[in-house]
């Protein structure tokens, strides 16, 4: 954290950014704050005890000045039990001196501070040290500044305090003694109402710590400590580290909210044993320091309900296999158990907790084994025989009920598309606001703007889940492929695709489970995250933030549900509490049945969300990057345009959608209700059809071109409209009429197709018949068994094997008979 002062070291003012290879101790700037400041003790020259202590002499070089000081903090790092605010109400020997007073009332000034140098205590400390420790480098300077003077006053108030932090320390981990407090209390007060500043290293109360902070003379200049009580606590944890925990996880721990619950994480070793091996595996992602500290508080948890319920004090305790059931009892305790329903009120937390205490039993097995204490290594193991036997039965099993039966007619609430729409178009409008506003006046406030709005786009374009696009990293973007497909990938796509591949910029992050996720980026926000990432160090955002959507003056990102929370009631739609990351992602995956995908089109859009699916199987036709620019792309155009029911029945090759075309408003007004997913298509058969003709007459009113193909019903799909002209099956009835004078019955069974616009007309089925069927299973039966569908040249060379017996069938029909035997003989599976 910036600005902490590391104890007993000389580098007590250094913030992370300042250079460490400096000799020269920092001097506090003088202000008038620092004059005013609750720290400061009042020294009475009348005071008439005049004890004198001797003092160890030695060297008074500033090499074995600062080796004498190194000692000192070597010897209060080998004590073995925990610092400040770890003591436990069992610890009644450690008192906080009262103020004193005499027969009359009056106050009796007798208050000693504990000398650095020689650690004995004085009433006159400044005496002292002018006096016998003038040779030290901390006391030679403060003597040089005139007497009176500010300088001179805070640089002895610093050595003072210095040493009576030294003097607390060690009074706290032996457990013995008494507490020197900058402010005596004038009643006897508990230890662990006291805590050390991290600046000047004096003791306060936890009351009024956060007051002291504001004015304390040794603040750094550059360090603007962020408002609240529980962070000043949490500044004031940073002071020292245990014995066998890292600064790095007591610098996550000290952000954790200081009470009874942290006090127990603290005073345990099994849970700082279970918090330094989580850290030591996930502690590298700071998006993980959050889960590392709610890991340890539910163990903290766990060991004051069983301190309530049960004779167990300690994790030790409850992974004794003869305290099981007590340990059971505390579980259920701390995660409200009802017996009369057998369900917990917060269901997920014994199976966290039972999930800890089998690590717990782990680490505690390996550390035995290390050491070679056979007989706690068979304990912990004999802990785990018990706990994999019963802990289903009496805790597991209970918990997965109560969420399973939660789910129970739970209600399908998916976000309608008018809400979309408008949600969309809001965080348009607001991000040109935002990056006008940032361009032309760098502040926090603007960037924070521009970074919220810019993140919700991006989540809600790509239907990403919001902690994946939350915790983007800065790099990530940086270093996004930015090249273009060559010229034979290029050849395999449509001119609708190629400009799709140069509208749209892709880029990729990390999923859940550690899976590469893909996002696709407009150009409108690759502009916003530039401006964004061009801005960053004039808004003040921290250099060592690795997430491009950071907090400034932070080291945590901005979190993607709230913001999409918040502009969703600012845009005003209808139903704003469905539009949340994950109904979005429900969403586009309800609606894609709308489309009539393939498996390998299904495959690439469960890809590009991130979805599991049971049959994994891809079919790469091009390059990962290229599929998801040119075909995902425009799934989700059209969802962000309110267009995905205007491509009713068509696969991604046949949705032509400009990236820059303007949103057909007359098409997107008719209402939509999106229902259960098993009522989607009796909708489609009632309405569909009904609304694809008004959308065709408006077009032609419109004077526009309808772009509705001509609907198919059978075993083969509808061709495209060029390839109608060539194909014998899409010959008019009128054109034959012409040419034979009379229509035939294979001909009214061949032209099935009819305008969307004309009156539908009920059509007979072309059946297979049987010498059919045996002449495509003799060629293509290898197919059907390896659930491969065949592709045009395997069609074309069946047809030209079996022409008498096909010359219905075109390779269409082949194809898609084939694929209609794998779907039978999978669902028999």
């Known amino acids: 954290m910036k600005g902490n002062i590391p104890p007993i070291t000389d580098e007590l003012f250094d913030t992370d950014d300042s250079c460490p290879d400096s000799e020269e101790e920092y001097v506090p700037e003088s202000c008038d704050e620092s004059s005013d400041s609750s720290c400061e003790i009042p020294i009475h020259e009348n005071c008439t005890d005049k004890k004198k202590k001797s003092c160890s002499k030695g060297q008074k070089s500033i090499t074995h000045d600062r080796n004498k000081e190194e000692s000192m903090a070597h010897d209060i790092n080998k004590q073995k039990s925990?610092?400040?605010?770890?003591?436990?109400?069992?610890?009644?020997?450690?008192?906080?001196?009262?103020?004193?007073?005499?027969?009359?009332?009056?106050?009796?000034?007798?208050?000693?501070?504990?000398?650095?140098?020689?650690?004995?205590?004085?009433?006159?400390?400044?005496?002292?040290?002018?006096?016998?420790?003038?040779?030290?480098?901390?006391?030679?300077?403060?003597?040089?500044?005139?007497?009176?003077?500010?300088?001179?006053?805070?640089?002895?108030?610093?050595?003072?305090?210095?040493?009576?932090?030294?003097?607390?320390?060690?009074?706290?981990?032996?457990?013995?003694?008494?507490?020197?407090?900058c402010k005596r209390p004038n009643e006897e007060a508990k230890s662990k109402e006291f805590v050390h500043c991290s600046y000047c290293l004096g003791l306060f109360t936890k009351k009024v710590l956060w007051r002291h902070v504001k004015v304390c003379g040794f603040k750094p200049t550059d360090v603007k400590p962020r408002p609240g009580k529980n962070r000043v606590l949490s500044l004031s944890a940073l002071t020292s580290a245990p014995v066998g925990v890292t600064s790095d996880l007591w610098k996550i721990m000290s952000h954790m909210n200081q009470d009874k619950v942290s006090l127990a994480v603290k005073s345990d070793e099994l849970i700082m044993e279970l918090g330094q091996h989580t850290y030591n595996r996930l502690g590298s992602d700071r998006a993980q320091h959050e889960h590392i500290r709610q890991k340890?508080?539910?163990?903290?948890?766990?060991?004051?309900?069983?301190?309530?319920?049960?004779s167990l004090r300690s994790i030790s305790d409850m992974i004794k296999p003869t305290n099981f059931m007590e340990t059971v009892s505390a579980v259920k305790h701390v995660a409200g158990y009802n017996k009369e329903s057998d369900s917990f009120k917060i269901a997920t937390l014994p199976l966290k907790i039972g999930q800890s205490l089998a690590k717990i039993s782990e680490l505690v097995e390996s550390k035995a084994l290390v050491n070679g204490d056979e007989q706690t290594a068979k304990?912990?193991?004999?802990?785990?025989?018990?706990?994999?036997?019963?802990?289903?039965?009496?805790?597991?099993?209970?918990?997965?009920?109560?969420?399973?039966?939660?789910?129970?007619?739970?209600?399908?609430?998916?976000?309608?598309?008018?809400?979309?729409?408008?949600?969309?178009s809001y965080l348009d409008e607001k991000e040109n606001e935002y990056r006008d506003g940032l361009s032309l006046e760098s502040s926090t406030t603007n960037w924070s703007k521009l970074a919220q709005v810019t993140l919700a786009k991006v989540i809600l374009f790509n239907r990403r889940r919001e902690g994946e696009v939350s915790k983007m990293l800065l790099s990530s973007f940086q270093q996004r492929d930015r090249s273009k497909p060559n010229d034979d990938l290029n050849a395999a796509l449509s001119e609708l695709e190629q400009k799709l591949c140069k509208h749209f910029q892709r880029l990729e992050i990390r999923g859940k489970r550690g899976r590469k996720v893909p996002v696709l980026l407009t150009p409108d926000?690759?502009?916003?995250?530039?401006?964004?990432?061009?801005?960053?160090?004039?808004?003040?955002?921290?250099?060592?933030?690795?997430?491009?959507?950071?907090?400034?003056?932070?080291?945590?990102?901005?979190?993607?549900?709230?913001?999409?929370?918040h502009f969703a009631h600012a845009c005003g739609a209808q139903h704003p509490e469905n539009l949340t990351s994950t109904k979005l992602r429900?969403?586009?995956?309800?609606?894609?049945?709308?489309?009539?995908?393939?498996?390998?089109?299904?495959?690439?859009?469960?890809?590009?969300?991130?979805?599991?699916?049971?049959?994994?199987?891809?079919?790469?036709?091009?390059?990962?990057?290229?599929?998801?620019?040119?075909?995902?792309?425009?799934?989700?155009?059209?969802?962000?345009?309110?267009?995905?029911?205007?491509?009713?029945?068509?696969?991604?090759?046949?949705?032509?959608?400009?990236?820059?075309?303007?949103i057909q408003k007359w098409f997107c007004n008719w209402p939509v209700l999106i229902v259960r997913m098993n009522m989607i298509s009796d909708f489609q058969r009632q309405g569909f059809y009904s609304m694809f003709c008004v959308y065709y007459l408006k077009q032609v009113e419109d004077g526009g071109h309808s772009e509705l193909d001509d609907e198919s019903?059978?075993?083969?799909?509808?061709?495209?409209?060029?390839?109608?002209?060539?194909?014998?099956l899409y010959t008019s009835n009128k054109s034959k009429k012409g040419s034979k004078g009379k229509v035939t019955e294979t001909d009214l069974k061949t032209n099935r197709v009819t305008r969307a616009c004309k009156a539908r007309r009920p059509f007979k089925r072309n059946t297979w018949q049987p010498e059919e069927i045996h002449a495509v299973e003799k060629h293509m039966m290898n197919f059907i068994r390896t659930f491969r569908v065949p592709g045009k040249h395997d069609c074309?060379?069946?047809?030209?094997?079996?022409?008498?017996?096909?010359?219905?069938?075109?390779?269409?029909?082949i194809k898609f008979y084939v694929k209609n035997r794998i779907d039978a003989l999978k669902k028999k599976e």
């Open 82 to 181: 925990t610092p400040q605010n770890t003591d436990s109400e069992d610890n009644v020997q450690v008192v906080v001196s009262t103020v004193h007073k005499k027969g009359n009332g009056l106050r009796l000034y007798d208050k000693r501070q504990h000398c650095l140098f020689c650690r004995e205590s004085f009433t006159k400390i400044s005496k002292h040290l002018e006096r016998k420790h003038h040779n030290e480098v901390e006391v030679a300077r403060a003597v040089s500044h005139p007497k009176n003077s500010k300088e001179r006053r805070l640089q002895l108030e610093y050595l003072r305090k210095k040493g009576n932090y030294i003097h607390n320390m060690d009074v706290l981990q032996t457990g013995k003694g008494s507490l020197i407090a």
């Open 379 to 424: 304990a912990a193991r004999r802990f785990r025989q018990v706990y994999y036997a019963k802990w289903n039965e009496m805790v597991s099993g209970s918990a997965y009920r109560t969420l399973e039966q939660g789910k129970w007619n739970a209600p399908l609430l998916l976000p309608l598309t008018d809400d979309v729409k408008k949600l969309h």
């Open 796 to 813: 074309d060379s069946c047809l030209k094997s079996e022409p008498l017996h096909l010359k219905e069938r075109d390779w269409k029909a």
């Open 713 to 728: 019903e059978g075993d083969s799909p509808p061709p495209k409209k060029q390839a109608r002209a060539a194909s014998p």
């Open 296 to 310: 340890m508080r539910e163990m903290g948890r766990l060991v004051l309900s069983a301190r309530e319920v049960t």
């Open 525 to 565: 926000m690759v502009q916003s995250l530039e401006l964004l990432v061009e801005k960053r160090d004039e808004c003040g955002v921290e250099k060592d933030n690795p997430y491009i959507f950071s907090r400034p003056r932070a080291m945590t990102y901005f979190r993607g549900s709230e913001y999409i929370n």
């Open 586 to 662: 429900k969403h586009i995956a309800t609606l894609s049945k709308v489309l009539n995908l393939s498996n390998t089109e299904l495959d690439q859009l469960a890809d590009f969300l991130g979805h599991d699916i049971r049959i994994h199987r891809q079919f790469y036709r091009l390059p990962e990057g290229t599929l998801q620019l040119a075909k995902i792309s425009k799934v989700l155009m059209a969802l962000e345009t309110g267009r995905l029911f205007e491509f009713k029945g068509k696969s991604l090759e046949d949705i032509n959608i400009d990236p820059d075309g303007k």
